[in-house]
Structure formats: structure tokens, C-alpha cells
């Protein structure tokens, strides 16, 4: 048997033993397996572009815990698809969780018996109606977070009060539903230096971080090229005589589609709606 290290080791191990078989002969053939393979390849059907998943599929019912089951444990899902029907797919390292045909969870598969796998991230909304559990259920206190997200509790606690600090606190872990762990680091890491580590706060810098990591930046400014302004737009601003010559310069009369336009047409209007104002009372 060979001894690896990981899955990613085992498939190049046999990736180097298929391409080494390639040069023997089986029985009393003289050709090559991979002579043989070449021609079998020609007269085979084409390969799918979609590639195969060499997984266990099977259909399961989210129950009231968040978790579905398969091959003896339970997996967890976030808490919009409690009580839905869901495809798991096993596959030999992971296990995945579609609904509304896309994955909504993942896991590394367990080869127990009997085991619960939870992702915390899948509880969030159920942790902000029940704060006491960052501290009690299991699932949130082996979490293992980096340690800005501690000093972040800590110094929450310390100036808010241990109850509106915590709850400070899982509003920044609740940003992990939204965003990954790295840019939620981040920004956590930079309000602790700035000395600001509130929610609020942290939420705006991911994202202005989001927004920074999506927004294509070219290489080198200089090759940046901005086309010239049409200058003859500025013409059409300035009002012409039928006579051909320039209107009266002293009229204030602005053009149409500007502000002033507007405020002088609602005012017109209004002057219509009311009638010509009599100087004496009826």
C-alpha cells in the first residue's frame, strides 16, 4: 500500500503509476499499453465537459438541529434550510450540502459513528437571540479564531460591559457569514490599532476593504488613456437669438434641465394652479 500524506499525494502517486504502465505489454500482446490506449481513445466517446463527481449521492431532510445525515453522522447547515429537503454527496474527504441547486455547506467527512460536524458559522443568527452560548455550546467554545478576534472581546468587554460588549462581539462574528475569515481579520486588526474595535466600525472597513479587493486596479498608471472632452457640449448651454446673435446676456433665464429650470417651471406651475391674485379681497 502506498504511504501518503494527503489525497492530493495519492492521486499524483497513481497519476506516475498509470503514465509508468503506459511502456509494458499484457499477455501475448506485442503493442504497448499505451499504444492500446491510444487506439481505444480514438474510438471512445468524447469526454464531458463537466467533470464527473466520484461522490455518494443521496437525498436527506434538514431537521430542527441544523444537520442532515449521512453514512451514520450529521451534518450542519445554516439555519434558512432547517427542515427542507437537501442532496448530500459524499465524496472520500469532504461532504457537501446543495439545496436551490448550489452547495450551502461543506465539511470535511468524518469516518465515525455517531458524530455531530458543526460549522459556527451555520448558528450566528441563533447565537444574537442567545449570547450566553458563545461561552457554553460546544460548538462555539472550540472554535478556534485567530487571536485578534479575542483581544477583540476582551477590549469590547472592557469598555462596554461584559453583556454590550459581547454582544458587540458576535455582530463582528456574525460578519463571518457574509465575508472570509482573512478580510474579517483584517479589519478587526486595523480597529484595535486604531483604537475604534466596535461593530459598526469593522463593518465599514471590510467593506471598503470588499469594495477595494473587487475593483480592478491596472498595473501601470501610465498606461491609463482618457479621451478628450467634447468642448461643443458647452454650446448648447448658452441660449442663441433667432436673429442669430446671442440672447440678452443680462436675462438670467437658466437652461432647460438645469436646477434653476426646474424651480422656475414648479413656480409657474403653481402660479396656474392658484389663479391671477386680486389686490382686494372679495
Known amino acids: 500500500m502506498p504511504q501518503v500524506s494527503h489525497l492530493g499525494a495519492l492521486n499524483q502517486h497513481l497519476r506516475q503509476c498509470c503514465l509508468s504502465a503506459r511502456e509494458r505489454t499484457c499477455g501475448t500482446n506485442h503493442e504497448t499499453v499505451g499504444v492500446r490506449f491510444a487506439r481505444d481513445r480514438v474510438a471512445a466517446l468524447a469526454v464531458l465537459g463537466r467533470p464527473f463527481d466520484a461522490c455518494v449521492i443521496e437525498t436527506g431532510g434538514v431537521d430542527k438541529y441544523q444537520s442532515v445525515g449521512f453514512d451514520g453522522n450529521r451534518y450542519s447547515v445554516p439555519r434558512r434550510y432547517a427542515f427542507r429537503a437537501v442532496t448530500v454527496k459524499g465524496f472520500i474527504d469532504r461532504v457537501e450540502i446543495v439545496a436551490d441547486n448550489r452547495v450551502v455547506a461543506t465539511h470535511a467527512r468524518t469516518y465515525a459513528k455517531q458524530e455531530r460536524v458543526l460549522d459556527p458559522r451555520h448558528f450566528l443568527v441563533v447565537l444574537e437571540r442567545k449570547p450566553a452560548a458563545l461561552d457554553h455550546a460546544p460548538v462555539y467554545r472550540d472554535w ?100 442669430g446673435g446671442d440672447h440678452d446676456r443680462g436675462d438670467p433665464t437658466p437652461a432647460p434641465g438645469q436646477p434653476e429650470a426646474a424651480e422656475i417651471t414648479d413656480d409657474a406651475g403653481r402660479a396656474r394652479e392658484t389663479g391671477p391674485r386680486s389686490d382686494h379681497p372679495e
Open 144 to 243: 478556534q479564531l485567530p487571536p485578534a478576534f479575542h483581544e477583540l472581546r476582551i477590549r469590547l468587554e472592557a469598555l462596554l460591559g461584559p453583556r454590550t460588549g459581547s454582544r458587540q462581539y458576535i455582530r463582528v462574528l456574525q460578519l463571518l457569514a457574509r465575508f472570509p475569515l482573512d478580510r474579517v481579520e483584517q479589519a478587526v486588526a486595523l480597529a484595535l490599532a486604531r483604537g475604534d474595535p466596535n461593530a459598526t466600525a469593522i463593518t465599514a472597513a471590510i467593506e471598503r476593504l470588499s469594495d477595494g479587493a473587487n475593483r480592478e486596479r491596472p498595473s501601470d498608471p501610465a498606461t491609463i488613456t482618457v479621451p478628450p472632452p467634447d468642448l461643443s457640449r458647452y454650446d448648447r448651454l448658452v441660449p442663441h437669438s433667432p436673429f
